[in-house]
């Protein structure tokens, strides 16, 4: 039997995508949407996806996109800056080079692109993890991996496109054509995963910045 991976409920709902050949499994209780694990691409097709994407400084549209998400989600809760963690920096680390030049001191992880274990050694004040939660396939996990990083009073501030609230809307969702896109989260979701490692939140915009705090 098929359990939600993030409040263990069978309340589960199957949807089949005709158009990309993919099953996924709706929780009827924390809102949380998954994929069949047994179509999750490689790390080394995920890869060769990213690799062609324009994620740079040369793209105007990416660097507002994480000034936005800076102003919204970081700005108005914390007011000393200190320790900053990019989980799941990318190939081409803009976020981090942007917190940077704003006075913070910057670690950067990815399990691609910066696989190293050097970020495990510090304690910060603000982690960010921006187009990262929809690619988790044990998002628990990774998010209980986050929250022991972080100071008390620390904030986590996370960028991921809430789901569309029916399966009708979500089988016709941009986002799934993504292929690396494998879990997807509603606002009831991200807080009831919060909550469960003392991480409040604190903002959300009601589409894809979500703000906690390290209680």
Known sequence: MQKCKI???????????????????????????????????SLEKEKEIYDLHNN????????????????????PFIKKKGMALD???????????????????????????????????????????TEVFEHFTNPLKELEEISKLLNKNGVLAIMTILRPRT?????????????????????KTLYLMGKIFGLKMIYNDNKRLITFRKL
């Not at 709902?13 to 924390?30: D, I, M, R, W």
């Not at 793209?59 to 996109?65: A, I, K, L, P, R």
């Open 7 to 41: 409040c263990g409920s069978e309340c589960l709902k199957h949807l089949y995508n005709e158009k990309s050949n993919t099953n996924y499994y709706f929780c009827e209780v924390c809102e949380f949407v998954f994929q069949d694990e047994n179509e999750i691409v």
């Open 56 to 75: 740079s400084f040369e793209s105007e549209g990416y660097v507002s996109m994480f000034e936005n998400f800076i102003d919204k989600a970081i700005k």
């Open 87 to 129: 989980y799941g920096c990318g190939p081409g680390p803009v976020l981090a080079k942007i917190l940077e030049n704003q006075k913070w001191a910057v670690k950067k992880y990815d399990p691609i692109y910066d696989n190293n274990n050097e970020y495990l050694n510090y304690k910060y004040d603000l982690i960010t993890s």
């Open 167 to 187: 399966m009708d809307e979500f089988k016709e969702w941009w986002y799934i054509r993504d292929i690396t896109h494998i879990s997807f989260y509603s606002q």
